[in-house]
């Protein structure tokens, strides 16, 4: 199946009716966090359904959403994702309106993604260390982190 048939099948899942706006820029940082983390799921040519349970999960968890709203999130960034060139439109926004703390916190949700199927991909440990970089996570703590996750999966 091709990639963007995929997506399309990520987006379907958890399509519903756009969420109600509450604050602009954090609607803005939710949707480059989750398109972010789409992209994470899918860089590998591969969507394992593990990687999918974790991607709402971290996403429930770090915005304090419901099953239903982190769906239509998802719907919302596989979009945002299909049509981006790069990682840079993403990350300006969580750089601008996040501090170091939560974007340590977005790295190690694109660990929590890449190390749910058992199996970190060249193609997807690439894409944490790009998106670390432009968030201005260090070498240092993107390992850390790394291993952090690593610990709590075994």
Do not use: C
């Not at 591969?46 to 990687?51: A, I, P, T």
Request: proline share 1%; hydrophobic share 45%.
């Amino acid at each position: 199946m091709p990639l963007w048939d995929k997506l399309k099948n990520i987006s379907e899942r958890f399509s519903g009716t756009a969420p109600v706006t509450q604050n602009l820029g954090e609607e803005e940082v939710k949707l480059a966090a989750a398109a972010l983390l789409v992209r994470a799921t899918i860089v590998d040519g591969e969507v394992d359904r593990s990687e999918t349970i974790v991607l709402r999960d971290v996403l429930e968890r770090r915005f304090d959403l419901d099953h239903g709203q982190a769906g239509r999130l998802i719907a919302q960034a596989v979009e945002k994702e299909k049509d981006a060139v790069d990682l840079y439109g993403f990350t300006r926004v969580l750089t601008r309106h996040l501090d170091r703390k939560e974007r340590l916190n977005i790295v190690e949700m694109l660990w929590e993604i890449v190390i749910a199927d058992g199996v970190i991909h060249e193609l997807e440990a690439n894409m944490v260390w790009r998106a670390a970089e432009l968030l201005g996570v260090t070498s240092r703590d993107r390992i850390r982190l790394k291993k952090t996750v690593e610990g709590r999966h075994g």
